[in-house]
């Protein structure tokens, strides 16, 4: 079942329909867009060679300083496009309607990105940090030699799933939740070390008059995204069930605690038959990975373990409201 | 939840939360020629955290290359200078001329140690470039940069602001630190409360930030 859920992740991709900025066209007619499929677990900049190929004669003179924008919106490049989609398009567009610029990347909003390198480093600097997260050190990744290193880039930048396994599976990271079964008797005071899943969760607010999610407002600033880089943790003695609603909850904190103001109630903390967060602040209304709407009564671990991306990372975005309070 | 890691050289995000608070008062009692360092609590999605944030340092002047070598020019040219010198225009150009920096610190919930984010400004507010920073940095930080497998400068998002940043990146400050604390006589208590000065003790060599000695005896 997992190996299924990792194909259907590798095969995964956006039809995209890329314009070139109009301030950059100086050819008439202007050039048509570029239809181009973009592998969910990729880059944009990725797109960048085939991209110079179908534009280039049109190019005003100067160097390239590539970038893409989602309505007025700068992407951010080192978020894998299938986030990105789920993430900017409440109702999935397709194609996806984005323009390329290839001049004047607003480096007071974007970090710079300068080609495949960039994406390079950046994708392994997040590997480096799921093996960090995983196994407590990331000598795994450092000690990778130059050439599986190479060669785990080149796999998945081709989409072959086959090469990148052959070489990842060396690094030993997962299957996730296999270590918080004890495998020894006796446990020392070191070896209770949670069992950590690396996560990154991307979050937006919806009001509350929004009765269908697909009406949300387009994201016209980043400030209106949260990005929440952390590991989600579990103790072994916690046991071994944990719900995606529950992690959710873990995740964000200050988003799902009830109002202090209320009595303590202790159902809502452990309650997997709970009803959906009605006395928390906020409302769950959408939760997406790899363009899925998962069941929020499903087991963590099976989620994390079929729908990471390949450098270990769970992507989740997360749509919710905010709860009027009552005082 | 308040865990005692000074074996592995980490600290948990409410130990941090804690030794930033005590930091930042010392930092404030014993500096008082300094601008004060401030906690931003963490805002998302309309709520704001009780312990989630980060401490900023900002338009400060560094002890750079730059800064010093500006200070001796001046002084050679009051020398040379037999005229009265109209100390009010000395001192407005220099500090007219002077690289400003931003300086904060967050936590990082992957490697659990704090991270030191950084941008340095001309006088007339455009950013300065990595290599440019790097061209005024102490002369042994640069060398300690180049040779150390432990921290290298990286450009990253801020993880709360939607801006890219200079970092020193945190994946080797565990065992680092982890080192500096075993050093101590500190019990593992007091160790995390003073966590954020001895841990900015080095990282402030990097970029130039002096800590007064003071701030490492007790209150």
Same mark, same amino acid.
Request: hydrophobic share 35%.
């Given at each position: ?13 956006i039809?995209l329909?890329?314009?070139?900025h ?18 969910r677990?990729g880059?944009?900049? !990725? ?14 003179? @100067? ?12 992407l951010?490049w ?9 993430? !900017? ?20 909003? =974007?970090?710079?990105?300068?080609g495949?390198? $960039? ?28 050439? &599986? ?5 080149? $796999?998945?930048?081709?989409?072959n799933?086959?090469?990148? =396994? ?10 996730f ?11 020392t ?31 016209? $600033?980043?400030?209106?995204?949260s ?6 943790e ?13 992690? =959710? ?16 109630s202790?159902t ?11 006395? &928390? ?9 790899? @363009? ?9 671990f099976? !989620?994390?373990?079929? !729908? ?7 992507h ?12 | ?8 050289g ?46 900023v340092?900002?338009k ?6 730059r ?42 919930f ?26 005024e ?10 040779k ?72």
């Amino acid at each position: 079942m997992e190996e299924e859920a990792t194909k259907y992740i590798w095969e995964g991709a956006i039809p995209l329909q890329i314009k070139l900025h109009e301030s950059e066209i100086t050819s008439f007619p202007p050039p048509p867009p570029l239809m181009i499929l973009g592998l969910r677990i990729g880059y944009l900049p !990725l797109l960048v060679p085939p991209l110079k190929a179908h534009f280039s004669s049109t190019l005003p003179p @100067g160097t390239d300083n590539v970038w893409f924008d989602y309505k007025g919106l700068p992407l951010k490049w080192y978020i894998p496009t299938g986030v990105l989609f789920d993430l !900017l398009c409440a109702e999935p567009e397709r194609p996806w309607n984005l323009t390329v610029h290839f001049r004047g990347s607003p480096g007071d909003v =974007l970090t710079p990105c300068e080609g495949e390198e $960039s994406v390079k480093w950046s994708y392994i600097n997040s590997l480096k940090e799921a093996a960090y997260v995983i196994n407590g050190n990331c000598k795994n990744v450092m000690n990778m030699s130059q050439a &599986d290193q190479y060669d785990l880039w080149q $796999s998945l930048l081709k989409g072959n799933m086959e090469g990148y =396994l052959k070489i990842s599976s060396r690094l030993k990271l997962g299957p996730f939740g296999e270590d918080s079964l004890p495998s020894e008797a006796s446990e020392t005071v070191a070896s209770s070390r949670p069992s950590r899943i690396p996560v990154r969760l991307y979050v937006r607010s919806v009001g509350e008059e929004i009765v269908d999610i697909e009406d949300a407002p387009i994201i016209d $600033s980043w400030d209106k995204i949260s990005y929440i880089n952390r590991p989600f943790e579990i103790y072994k003695e916690e046991g071994g069930y944990v719900s995606l609603k529950q992690a =959710l909850k873990s995740l964000l904190p200050e988003t799902f605690n009830t109002n202090s103001s209320q009595e303590e109630s202790s159902t809502n903390v452990k309650d997997p038959n709970a009803p959906d967060f009605e006395d &928390d602040n906020a409302k769950l209304r959408l939760v997406r990975v790899q @363009g899925i709407e998962p069941d929020m009564d499903i087991p963590f671990f099976w !989620l994390a373990n079929c !729908l990471r991306n390949p450098e270990f990372y769970l992507h989740i975005c997360v749509f919710i409201s905010k709860q009027p309070k009552l005082r | 939840m308040r865990g005692v890691c000074t074996r592995s050289g980490s600290l948990s995000a409410a130990d941090f939360y804690a030794s930033a608070i005590y930091f930042s008062q010392r930092w404030n009692e014993t500096n008082s020629d300094f601008p004060n360092w401030v906690w931003i609590p963490c805002s998302r999605l309309g709520a704001i955290s009780e312990d989630e944030g980060y401490l900023v340092l900002e338009k400060i002047k560094l002890q750079t290359e730059r800064n010093d070598s500006n200070l001796e020019l001046n002084n050679c040219d009051s020398c040379a200078n037999d005229e009265l010198t109209d100390e009010a225009t000395l001192v407005d150009v220099h500090s007219h001329d002077a690289h400003l920096y931003d300086l904060h610190i967050a936590y990082s919930f992957t490697y659990k140690v704090p991270v030191l984010y950084f941008r340095g400004y001309k006088s007339d507010g455009c950013h300065l470039s990595l290599d440019e920073i790097k061209e005024e940095l102490p002369s042994h930080s640069v060398e300690i940069l180049q040779k150390s497998k432990w921290t290298f400068m990286t450009q990253e998002e801020h993880p709360y602001l939607n801006t890219p940043w200079y970092t020193l990146h945190p994946c080797g400050t565990g065992d680092w630190m982890k080192l500096l604390l075993s050093s101590t006589s500190y019990g593992d208590k007091a160790s995390l409360i003073q966590y954020l000065p001895a841990w900015l003790s080095v990282i402030g060599q990097t970029v130039g930030l002096r800590v007064p000695l003071e701030l490492y005896s007790p209150s």
